[in-house]
């Protein structure tokens, strides 16, 4: 009886705490009306732009953004209003390295590679936005390169 009680609940254990690691559902609706998502390489600097033409901002907040197994913050673009932009870097930073610590002080943090649970192609990114104060994904697709 002792060993039924302790295999019963391990089980509710289990089943309580397995739930909370697969949060991450995909919306199956866009969060803001937008057109087609893009981006342009410029050498080790990637910019990826999602065009905005409604967003209720009293309702809604565009956070950030996993593309290419990187994360970035999402900024609204000062050239082009309606457009927000993210910025990865995908080139390995010039390192400082000496015996003094002083002159490795203006080396900078590496952006590191984010861990996704969930599997993209290369023109597939990831929006990641706040609606009525929860946070909640969405899949963008067809994200196609502009030079």
Do not use: H, W
């Amino acid at each position: 009886m002792k060993y039924l009680y302790l295999l019963l609940s391990a089980t509710i254990f289990t089943a309580l705490f397995a739930n909370c690691a697969g949060n991450k559902d995909l919306q199956e609706k866009a969060p803001v009306k937008m057109d087609n998502a893009y981006y342009t390489a410029q050498g080790e600097i990637i910019n990826l732009y999602i065009p905005v033409t409604t967003i209720q901002t009293n309702r809604v907040s565009l956070d950030s953004v996993y593309f290419r197994n990187k994360k970035a913050p999402l900024i609204a673009s000062p050239d082009s209003p309606g457009v927000f932009r993210a910025t990865f870097n995908t080139g390995k930073p010039d390192m400082i390295m000496s015996s003094d610590p002083k002159e490795e002080y203006g080396n900078k943090i590496p952006q590191k590679i984010e861990k996704m649970d969930f599997e993209l192609n290369d023109d597939e990114a990831i929006l990641i936005f706040t609606q009525n104060s929860k946070v909640k994904y969405y899949r963008l697709t067809g994200v196609k390169q502009r030079v």
